[in-house]
């Protein structure tokens, strides 16, 4: 669900998802909208926890690097 509602949000952006496993999403991005981008992430993954299991407090990290590796 998260991955659906990133991609739409991305959708105009220039950014990208560039890389997945089951807790982490890598995203690539212009540094002008990485505040944004970060947002984006951090609301769309506790969004779709909280849909679906809502009684667990989900907290998302978000980091920046210039590289990921």
Known sequence: ???IHI????NGLDARIVHTQPD???VEARDEIVDE???ILKESMEAAL???IPQVPFVTQIGVA???G
């Open 50 to 52: 909280e849909k679906i």
């Open 66 to 68: 210039e590289a990921w």
């Open 7 to 10: 991609s739409e949000k991305l």
């Open 1 to 3: 669900m998260a991955l």
């Open 24 to 26: 982490e999403i890598i």
């Open 37 to 39: 981008v970060c947002v």
